[in-house]
């Protein structure tokens, strides 16, 4: 008979035999397998989300803002600190040659009346290109173009959340007509949603969108609160966001401007969560130590149990090692069904709460969940194994 | 094969006190023969089997298997001796519970290190055979006889095909009949098939089995 096969198969047979027991001693490290797993599902999903949110912002752009803006600093921020910026800034930054597309970005919050409700809303206002610039897809109608910007239409591109909101449906919001502050536009477009909405992203489905020249009717300075540019894809962002740096050093200070890459945001906040999530696995490591100091305890119980049986197995030519061996492989079994058992949890846990939390769970996590209760079976069945080992046989055969 | 030279073994009871249990044996068991060692409790004829099986280590003296001295080998190497060249068979049987007779009886096998030069399996399905001990091959040890279970155990000493089988009061824990059941088995073994016996007892009856009787006495050789 295969000599593995036969120490795992017994190893096993004990187990039938003491299911209870089995389950019980397991349970340690099945709770803390399940912990570990569940937090690290719920920790990467977390990751993922937040990383959807940035998504949401458009793959290479780049921000110009007033000020000198926190590295985690979001849209709202920077409203604080005013309207800095103005048209001859635009035209500066437009002569920039890996600025794909570049929009002035300016904004006006008041009452919108709808059909249907009045709600308090955002319109940014910029140019054709912000759609570009972010990635917007049309749902109904059409984006702004040039000749509205042109033309200072009192046009405005809704995202469905507001359209729904004020009028019931995206479909009847398109060509309605909605005041602010007196002012009335006419809803020409409506998009796709973008998500996002948390963790310092816009939530881009909340806002309107117009021309930035009709904005100038809110702000007879003709102010922006932000550039947003698409930079070549060819140009690293960092040569673009120098050139950048470059010309807005020729009209203003240092500290008066800011460049703002999303994924600098984003590594930043993933860095607070991943050291949050880090914390918590650590906390939760903690029972799978408690469980595997079970184990330990039972495999003495285990090993005492069966002195008799491991003075037959060296009197008929056992040696230290292969007794080691049966009793590390026994350790082990019991803590890699306990992982397993957790894991199961963990994946039925994950499940029930990915209806509100985007929680999943890796390849990573399961190979770490099998490893780490394979090393905590080794680590805590080494002592009790080596007592076994180091029987006198002639004694060992006198136990009873 | 096996020798003893001027062999004790003291056992520690507290800090001052040892208990002799053999006193300066020496003793030799030759090749193919059938020795009972036998004298009364306490004697010191266990501690000697033990020192014989290699089960023990002796506080003095030399025992030597094969001309090679035991105290040169390393664990390892005297666990394996256990395994290929000694058989075992025991009072109280010492099957391993959880185990079926197959099992039982294959287990030697499980820890050999030499290549086995036949297929252990058929080999042990041959033996159950031939030692009535067919349709038992499952069963476990707490289902069969006193008289099977030590045939199982004579079967599991046979497996690796050793030269020294060393019985420990074998018919101490069975009734008279297959006591001798037991006894002639040995008996035919050492005849048919040139194996070594060596049994161990306090019985003069189980004694007279053996072609020579050692006796002991007080930890020594008489």
Do not use: C, W
């Amino acid at each position: 008979m295969n000599y593995f096969l036969f120490i795992i198969k017994s190893a096993f047979e004990d187990f039938r035999r003491s299911k209870m027991q089995t389950f019980l001693t397991s349970l340690g490290i099945l709770i803390g397998v399940f912990a570990v797993v569940m937090l690290t599902a719920m920790g990467l999903g977390l990751k993922k989300y937040i990383s959807d949110q940035f998504d949401a912002l458009g793959k290479n752009t780049l921000f110009v803002a007033p000020g000198k803006l926190l590295e985690s600093g979001g849209f709202g921020a920077s409203s604080l600190l005013g309207n800095r910026f103005d048209l001859k800034d635009l035209n500066r930054l437009k002569r920039i040659r890996s600025i794909k597309a570049i929009t002035p970005l300016a904004s006006k919050s008041g009452e919108a009346k709808g059909t249907k409700k009045t709600e308090f809303v955002t319109i940014f206002f910029s140019s054709e290109a912000f759609f570009d610039i972010s990635g917007f897809e049309i749902d109904k109608g059409r984006f702004l173009d040039k000749s509205d910007i042109d033309k200072r239409s009192k046009v405005l591109i809704a995202g469905p959340k507001i359209a729904e909101k004020l009028f019931g449906s995206i479909n009847e919001a398109l060509d309605k007509k909605v005041s602010i502050d007196n002012v009335t536009f006419t809803i020409i477009g409506v998009i796709k949603s973008k998500g996002g909405g948390g963790f310092g992203g816009p939530d881009y489905d909340s806002y309107f969108f117009g021309p930035y020249t009709t904005g100038f009717i809110f702000d007879p300075d003709k102010k922006f609160i932000r550039f947003a540019i698409k930079t070549d894809e060819n140009v690293s962002i960092s040569t673009v966001k120098e050139e950048v740096k470059k010309e807005m050093l020729r009209r203003y200070e240092d500290d008066e401007f800011s460049i703002v890459e999303p994924t600098e945001i984003l590594s930043v906040v993933n860095g607070i969560f991943g050291i949050m999530n880090i914390v918590l696995v650590a906390i939760a490591s903690i029972s799978l130590l408690v469980g595997g100091i079970g184990i330990m305890n039972i495999m003495y119980v285990t090993v005492s149990d069966k002195t008799k049986e491991v003075g037959i197995r060296r009197a008929i030519g056992a040696r230290k090692n292969d007794i080691l061996f049966q009793f590390i492989i026994e350790s082990i079994a019991l803590s890699v069904i306990g992982g397993l058992l957790g894991l199961a949890f963990a994946a039925l846990g994950v499940f029930a709460v990915q209806k509100f939390f985007p929680a999943y769970i890796d390849v990573m996590s399961v190979a770490l969940a099998l490893g780490v209760s394979s090393v905590i079976g080794i680590v805590f069945g080494v002592l009790p194994a080596r007592k076994a080992a180091n029987l006198e046989p002639v004694e060992a055969m006198r136990y009873e | 094969m096996i020798k003893l030279v001027n062999v004790s073994k003291s056992y520690k009871i507290d800090e001052e006190t040892y208990f002799h249990a053999l006193k300066g044996a020496t003793v030799e068991i030759k090749e193919k023969e059938f020795v009972s060692i036998i004298g009364p409790s306490g004697s010191g004829k266990s501690t000697l089997m033990h020192l014989i099986g290699l089960l023990d280590k002796s506080t003095s003296g030399e025992i030597l298997i094969q001309n090679k001295k035991v105290s040169s080998l390393s664990d390892d190497q005297i666990s394996s001796l256990r395994n290929e060249f000694i058989g075992f068979v025991f009072q109280q049987f010492n099957l391993v519970p959880k185990l079926t007779v197959i099992e039982n009886i294959l287990l030697p096998t499980v820890y050999s290190r030499k290549k086995i030069l036949y297929n252990p399996e058929e080999k042990a399905h041959n033996l159950i055979k031939t030692f009535g001990l067919s349709g038992k091959e499952n069963s476990f040890p707490n289902k069969i006889s006193g008289g099977q279970q030590q045939r199982v155990a004579i079967l599991r000493a046979l497996i690796m095909e050793p030269k020294l089988i060393l019985a420990d009061e074998p018919t101490g824990n069975l009734d008279s009949k297959s006591g001798s059941e037991i006894m002639n088995l040995l008996k035919q073994l050492n005849e048919k098939e040139k194996i070594t016996i060596a049994v161990i007892t306090h019985e003069k009856d189980i004694a007279a089995y053996g072609k020579r009787i050692i006796h002991v006495k007080d930890g020594k050789i008489v």
